[in-house]
């Protein structure tokens, strides 16, 4: 199980998509605000969308793999275009009721400063966010696949072998 789980390139570009891009959200935070902060890594929401990222970079690794008119590869694009619509839509429209209810909670207890219990505001994506992480998902996996192929494959070209 384990050498096929290491000669399947596509899970692997896919996640390297991931969090290459949940790795980026550092260098736009620090350009942003001025401040590093590594709880950002762990975090959801923010640019770019690390989901997209992901599903998209699979997505078009499977294309690239199996072919662009292949089922699997439009089952891929149908999933992708789901959650990059709940990460726009839904799951934004979630943080910011958190916020609002944040706000109430705030301006209710403003005499008592020990109430902490706030919701967690940072949930979804601006359609930017998404659209950056969109294409940041095949801009890392398809070379990536094309060029290095599989763990296993990039492995075996170190001159390194398993089992």
């Known amino acids: ?43 959801t929401g923010g640019m770019p969308s690390s989901h997209s990222a992901l599903v998209t970079g699979t ?7 199996l072919g662009f008119d292949s089922p699997v590869f439009a089952l891929a694009v149908t999933i992708a275009f789901v959650i990059m619509y709940d990460a726009s839509g ?3 429209a979630a943080g910011l009721t958190a916020a609002k209810v944040n706000q109430m909670n705030k301006e209710k207890n ?3 400063s020990s109430s902490n219990d706030y919701l967690k505001e940072s949930l979804g ?39």
């Open 1 to 43: 199980m384990l050498f096929e789980l290491l000669n399947n390139g596509v899970l692997f570009w896919g996640l390297i998509s991931c969090g290459l891009a949940q790795l980026s959200k550092l260098v736009f935070e620090l350009m942003g605000d001025g401040k590093l902060t590594l709880a950002t890594l762990f975090e």
């Open 59 to 65: 997505a078009s690794a499977i294309g690239l793999q």
């Open 90 to 92: 839904i799951r934004r």
């Open 110 to 112: 403003s005499s008592d």
């Open 125 to 163: 994506h601006t359609r930017l966010e998404v659209l950056v992480g969109s294409l940041f998902g095949p801009l890392v996996a398809l070379p990536g696949l094309f060029f290095f192929g599989s763990p296993l494959h990039i492995l075996q070209m170190l001159g390194l072998t398993i089992g």
